[in-house]
């Protein structure tokens, strides 16, 4: 009994580029975004500067999670945690998040 080893040939289409192609942004789109997100970022670091001084001292080194709208905050050791307290109290908005540290960045750079 002999078997024919034939190898299934593909007949995918490989395509290359953008994953939704149909949404594209134009550049004044894009610049409106960015000017959105840094209005926002200014709002939230004017209470991150407000309570820096204070929590400095208390929590170093934890996150904060500031609701740019209300301008409430939670605050926890991990990321995960304030950012979900941030949600509960606000779920409609999304939190900016900063580290209680002298940079306030969060992560690497």
Not at 57 to 82: C, K, L, M, Q, S
């Amino acid at each position: 009994m002999t078997t024919t080893n034939s190898i299934p040939t593909s007949t995918r289409t490989v395509r290359r580029g953008r994953i939704f192609p149909e949404i594209q942004w134009s550049p004044e789109k894009i610049a409106q975004w960015k000017a959105q997100q840094e209005a926002i970022h200014q709002r939230c670091k004017l209470v991150f500067d407000r309570l820096k001084p204070e929590l400095i001292e208390t929590h170093y080194n934890w996150y904060i999670a500031i609701d740019p709208e209300t301008g409430d905050y939670a605050i926890d050791r991990d990321i995960e945690v304030a950012t979900q307290m941030s949600r509960q109290k606000h779920p409609e908005g999304i939190p900016f998040l900063f580290r209680i540290n002298q940079s306030g960045v969060c992560g690497t750079i």
